[in-house]
């Protein structure tokens, strides 16, 4: 079964820039819609960004649209979330997602049923 690890994540100031990464272990990661969420502390998981199982659409919260960019690259099994003009508020714990069944609404949580550990990402002022 396909497994998800995220890495990446660190303490940068407000305006920078960060790179997420996402790394599958299984074969059928290229057919996968993918999705990056994230959730601060005392706060519900929220939608982030997701891709299309092959990269021809993408899709953005509207608090990082224009800021964020979501991608990936299925012959090394990995998405990325690139991250600019970071804020204070970007502070939070980041989780990619996986929907194997391969339906549902790409905003919700619920569509996607295997999910990395999370990595920390920390934004100072």
């Known amino acids: 079964q396909v497994q998800l690890v995220e890495s990446g994540g660190g303490l940068v100031q407000a305006g920078g820039s960060l790179r997420l990464s996402c790394t599958a272990s299984?074969?059928?990661?290229?057919?996968?819609?993918m999705g990056w969420f994230r959730q601060a502390p005392g706060k519900e998981r929220e939608f982030v960004a997701a891709?299309?199982?092959?990269?021809?659409?993408?899709y953005y919260a509207d608090s990082v649209k224009g800021r964020f960019a979501i991608s990936r690259d299925n012959a090394e099994n990995t998405v990325y979330l690139q991250m600019n003009s970071l804020k204070p508020e970007d502070t939070a714990i980041y989780f990619c997602?996986?929907?194997?069944?391969?339906?549902?609404?790409?905003?919700?949580?619920?569509?996607?049923?295997?999910w990395g550990q999370g990595t920390q990402v920390t934004v100072s002022s």
């Open positions: 299984g074969r059928t990661f290229r057919t996968y819609p």
């Open positions: 997602a996986a929907d194997t069944g391969n339906s549902g609404n790409y905003y919700s949580r619920y569509r996607y049923d295997v």
């Open positions: 891709i299309k199982w092959n990269g021809a659409n993408t």
